[in-house]
């Protein structure tokens, strides 16, 4: 896998810190192994980087599990019961993340009513467990981002610049940047939302929220207001008894 310089970035906003694909590569394949299980890399003379773990047996599975993320990041890559090699980025794959990012924009990411009900189920049980209030909006934003998936699979990727020698992939690239940073920024509200509820929930302070489509908007306020604590009503005072007059009393 060769790593080409150029003066533009397809990024909306440039990484601060740029990373080897081989550390990018590294990263994603640490996760879908056990703990247990030391991931190497090694850049291939010719381009491409070669992975491989420890021990014996189960290496298959976890090759495959490795190469499915990868692919999923546009990666072309190929399996042996000794290692997996990455070999560049694939047209064909790049049209599939696109595929992929589009799905979630359009569903589990459009839907903040069940983060909303998420949220407040998750930060009833940990109250019912008697989790400190200061840790369950942590806990609560944990939880969800493993639900949504996509925040640990972006920042796996933070600091890497993609770029080709083919027009065609360059441009395909640049359509995942722009797919992603939309898909980061609707989890960022997301999380933002499930704070919210939590805050509520534990009778803090909510932060205002930036953004609520219009058609979850209902949903939403009524899943935020019945996570706010009870509050004793504001007494009202005595009702006024009016005597009743007949008309022919009525001044003209």
């Excluded at 080897?20 to 994603?28: E, F, L, S, T």
């Excluded at 991931?39 to 599990?65: F, I, K, Q, S, T």
């Amino acid at each position: 896998m060769t790593v080409e310089t150029q003066n533009g970035s397809w990024f909306a906003r440039r990484p601060r810190a740029v990373l080897a694909p081989d550390r990018v590569i590294q990263r994603i394949c640490a996760r879908v192994v056990p703990d247990t299980k030391r991931v190497h890399v090694a850049n291939l003379p010719l381009g491409g980087v070669e992975v491989w773990v420890d021990g014996n047996g189960d290496r298959w599975v976890h090759y495959h599990r490795m190469a499915r993320e990868l692919r999923l990041a546009g990666w072309h890559t190929e399996v042996s019961p000794e290692r997996l090699m990455v070999l560049g980025w694939s047209a064909e794959l790049l049209v599939h993340r696109v595929r992929v990012l589009d799905a979630a924009l359009s569903g589990r990411l459009a839907d903040y009513g069940r983060t909303a009900r998420t949220a407040f189920a998750i930060g009833t049980r940990l109250r019912q467990e008697n989790c400190p209030d200061d840790q369950i909006a942590t806990e609560v934003r944990a939880r969800l981002g493993r639900e949504l998936r996509w925040p640990d699979r972006l920042a796996e990727l933070d600091g890497l610049e993609r770029t080709a020698s083919l027009e065609s992939l360059r441009l395909r690239l640049a359509q995942v940047a722009g797919l992603e940073a939309k898909v980061s920024r609707r989890c960022a509200e997301h999380l933002t939302l499930a704070a919210q509820v939590v805050m509520s929930l534990v009778g803090g302070r909510a932060q205002p929220w930036a953004r609520v489509p219009g058609r979850y908007t209902g949903l939403t306020e009524r899943m935020v207001a019945a996570s706010v604590p009870n509050r004793p009503e504001v007494p009202r005072p005595d009702p006024v008894t009016v005597a009743r007059r007949d008309l022919a009393e009525t001044p003209r």
